[in-house]
């Protein structure tokens, strides 16, 4: 019999070492003061790779650090999830990368899937259904995204908010239940309110070579990323509610009976709008994005890890996680850690 259910075992997270805090935002835009981008934002730092650090070093670099914090024998890993929307190459995939440098065995699963800040929730879903139809019993599940390499030095609306980091989670086979039911959002005719224009195969097509013509004084090429802020702002509030809603029905619960709510942490300003939305208790919306940033796929993740270090987050806790943006996708559910 297939195996019903799956946990989290443990979450790490890495942050590469060069900061970029507000103060050095604020030389390159002085209409910006450093406690103007703080108190729109909520972010004080961001930690950026350097020329030659790729998405493959900084999220193996996080599982090594859960390998150790946690004494895991990379042997007991049966699957490997690699997220990231910036692979090192075309081809291979991170993964298979990956397996190699953490020395996991060669009988393995291991694939890459490229999804942005709703990709740690697509991952845990990948993971527990690689668990409950009995094909592995542990699985590990990476993120990592380099941004920085692909905004522009002079668009301010994303480089006060985007960060580099790196997260490992290993899910594994549970006797009780720990992640819960699922719910989704795809709509790909929002796609280009989140897109870098100039990329893989569709690089040289008409609207794509034409992208950066409206760059502004962004000095934004179609090789780097367009955002429509306000546009992803509008799809947040429209969807997430009600997505939010929908897991919990599916999971039989209310939101009273959750101790916690861990949302993307796309912006302050969004998650202060989303939470008087959807009248998520103050006591009960986490926010960890001050030291970090916007992170995409590991804004999720690294909470955990921080909340789980710091004791805000204990073990037995129910938490309704949900990201989303680029896609346009979002997705939901429930653990119990």
Not at 65 to 77: G, K, Y
Not at 121 to 126: A, D, K, P, Q
Not at 270 to 278: E, G, N, R, S, V
Request: charged share 20%; hydrophobic share 45%; proline share 5%.
């Amino acid at each position: 019999m297939p195996a019903k259910y799956s946990r989290i075992h443990s979450v790490a997270h890495y942050f590469p070492s060069q900061e970029l805090n507000n103060d050095a935002l604020a030389t390159l835009f002085p209409e910006w003061p450093a406690d103007k981008i703080l108190a729109k934002t909520g972010i004080r730092v961001r930690y950026v790779c350097r020329e030659e650090e790729t998405a493959l070093d900084l999220g193996v670099e996080a599982a090594r650090r859960l390998f150790a914090a946690q004494n895991i024998e990379p042997h007991s890993v049966d699957a490997l999830l690699f997220c990231t929307e910036l692979p090192d190459y075309v081809l291979p995939p991170n993964a298979c990368l990956a397996q190699n440098l953490l020395g996991l065995r060669t009988d393995i699963l291991a694939t890459d899937y490229t999804l942005g800040c709703s990709g740690y929730v697509y991952g845990l879903s990948l993971a527990h259904g690689l668990i409950t139809s009995g094909q592995a019993k542990r699985v590990l599940l990476i993120t990592a995204e380099t941004y920085s390499k692909v905004l522009a030095p002079q668009d301010k609306s994303v480089r006060t908010l985007f960060g580099d980091a790196a997260s490992a989670t290993l899910v594994e086979l549970a006797d009780q239940p720990g992640i819960g039911a699922f719910s989704w959002y795809s709509n790909g005719a929002g796609a280009r309110s989140l897109i870098v224009p100039q990329s893989g195969s569709a690089r040289n097509k008409a609207e794509n070579r034409a992208a950066s013509q409206n760059a502004g004084d962004s000095g934004r090429t179609a090789a780097d990323l367009f955002m429509d802020g306000p546009r992803i702002f509008q799809f947040t509030l429209d969807i997430v509610p009600s997505l939010l809603s929908a897991c919990l029905e599916k999971n039989a619960l209310t939101l009273d009976a959750v101790d916690a709510v861990l949302l993307h942490q796309a912006n302050k300003f969004m998650l202060d709008h989303l939470a008087h939305k959807c009248r998520i208790p103050a006591e009960k919306m986490i926010l960890d994005m001050e030291y970090g940033g916007n992170t995409v796929s590991n804004t999720i993740p690294v909470a955990l890890s921080r909340k789980i270090s710091q004791g805000v987050l204990q073990p037995g806790q129910t938490i309704l996680l949900a990201g989303f943006g680029v896609g346009l996708s979002a997705a939901a559910t429930v653990v119990k850690l």
